[in-house]
């Protein structure tokens, strides 16, 4: 029996005992294992001098008035675990939900005519009177915050032109004022993405409700 052998096989009887105490034995005699291996001792001496497993753990378990569980234990101290199979387990079949084939059959209810009259109209009305200037304004003023956020942000390359072109006082002055326009159009970039994505999101699903609308599914 070597070292592992040992300790498994003591680990086995030592299992009525806190997860703690196990650790604090076990490292006990592998540190002895360790030590006596060392001074030249073979793992199948050690373990042959220091006992079974059983009878250690027996001791052991004493000190804490704990009987010994009984193991069926095979090929020399080896505990054999025999294979789960599927019949081993326990399925429970899950009731159907009552109402589950009454949900599957619902169909939301046909508009009648003169309803879809009204819904097809007052959608498009209301597009048409409110919403479609409302999208559109919003929509230039964001184009023309994108716009001028992109000049902005390419004004030092004018204002390097025209230091180059000629230098004096006003030029200098110039590429000063482009360079914190250049500042400022990459902030007016930082604000402007967020804005444009949920717009564009906003816009979408009010798209759909539209379609949905329309064709009365709602």
């Not at 009648?112 to 097809?120: A, E, L, P």
Request: net charge negative; glycine share 6%.
């Amino acid at each position: 029996m070597n070292k592992e052998h040992f300790l498994i096989e003591l680990k086995i009887y030592l299992k009525p005992l806190t997860a703690q105490q196990q650790a604090f034995i076990l490292n006990k005699y592998e540190t002895i294992f360790e030590e006596r291996s060392t001074a030249g001792e073979t793992e199948e001496e050690i373990a042959k001098s220091l006992g079974k497993p059983r009878g250690i753990a027996e001791e052991i378990l004493q000190e804490f008035d704990i009987t010994v569980p009984e193991k069926k234990l095979e090929r020399d101290g080896w505990q054999e675990f025999q294979p789960v199979t599927n019949d081993d387990y326990y399925y429970e079949e899950i009731p159907e939900h009552p109402y589950e084939d009454a949900y599957r059959s619902y169909e939301r209810p046909r508009h009648s005519g003169f309803t879809r009259f009204f819904q097809v109209a007052g959608v498009l009305s209301f597009n048409f009177l409110l919403m479609f200037w409302l999208i559109f304004a919003f929509t230039m003023v964001l184009f023309s915050c994108w716009l001028v956020a992109i000049v902005f942000l390419f004004s030092p390359i004018l204002g390097g032109i025209s230091v180059f072109s000629g230098f004096n006082d006003g030029t200098m002055f110039q590429l000063f004022v482009s360079v914190f326009l250049s500042g400022s159009g990459i902030i007016g970039l930082l604000i402007l993405t967020p804005l444009t994505k949920f717009f564009g999101k906003a816009l979408r699903r009010y798209l759909q409700w539209n379609i949905r609308v329309l064709r009365g599914e709602i």
